[in-house]
């Protein structure tokens, strides 16, 4: 064990399964650990660094806007905040933002705004309706919300119902939007920790059809599918849905804790001074970085180069299943979102990304057998060639 493992074991409590290694430098999409070890980065701290490490842009307005000032507070116009604000509006739904500091948080602020949304109306709806597998954060509210075992738990909200469905199954969601009269349908447009699962176009258009049909809300998580990760800024701009409210985080901040919601204009409204706040989001400094990263998306291109490098990348991968096909059995997901369904045992599993990191490659598991991708949407086409190189290599070794 390593001096840091042990001293992490020693002051950091017990929440997540480390891998073995400490970066001491990030520069593009290779981490470089204290021994000096580089690695090419295809987890980018769980979908936040978009457009990899210290990319220009954001280093320039962290500095930037590092010098003018780290917080002022949300009694004061906060000038990176409008307009980040603006462009994330002007680029999704006609409404207004509220941000917070994360994802579960953006989540809370949706699950208060549904609330008082149905508490105006008095017309019977309350709840929400969620998918199986679902993931939408880690706080009281949000973990409701929440449907996957290990991380549910069901604290007695009475007044809050919460109903699962199994994902792209159109009759239950009917039957369960007919029976149980909920006010909100919320769901990623493709689930993430549940195994990289996308919701089929016509789920989702028979998902806001409904909600039309019965004046519920349609509520979309993409906090880990948002900012460019699927091709477009938000995944459901894929399937010509609009949905009533959109949830962000992750990526927004260029790497800095950021979230929050953009709420449709039957909401934008509905929250008024007191209803709901933090003390820190938007940090200006966040907000600034976020800009960064959005100029760079819709300005400068990022986002037809990412949908590019990702088409590279799932070439490469198509043709590496042909070479195993029995134990890469499918590639699903969008763009830098993919979810690589394996026919490994978890232990294989395990092995197959600690040998990949062995050869100086990072990836991320989840459900146990999908070997999840979220590669930087810089990812240049001689790095996907390392690789897919580096995967065949630890692949044959598993194997043999
Ligand atoms: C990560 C994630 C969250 C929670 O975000 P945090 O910032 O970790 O609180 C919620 N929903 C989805 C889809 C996520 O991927």
Redesign the pocket.
Known sequence: MTQWQTLDRQYLMNTYLRLPIAIAEARGNTLIDTEGKEYLDLFTG??VNVLGHSHPAVMEALHRQGEQFLHISNKFLNIPAIRLAERLVKHSISGKVFFSN??????EAAVKLVHKWTKEREDGKRGFVVMKK??????LG?VRLTRQPGVYQDFPMPEFPVIEVEPNDPDALERVCEEENPAAILA?PIL??GGVEPLVSSYLREMERLCRERSMLLLM?????GMGRTGTLFAYQHDGIEPDLI?F??GVGGGL?L?GIIAGDELADLFRPGDHGTTFAPSPLSAALGNAVLEELLERGQLEEGRRNAEYLWEKLRQLQKRFPSVLREIRGRGMMIGVHTSLTPEQANRLQLDLLDDGVLVDLTQQTVVRLLPPLTLKHAETDRFIGCLEHCLSRILS
């Open positions: 769980l979908a994360s994802g579960a948080e953006a989540t679902s993931f939408h954060g880690r706080t949000a990623e993430g920790s998580d993409e906090i880990q599918t949830l985080a992750k804790p979230g």
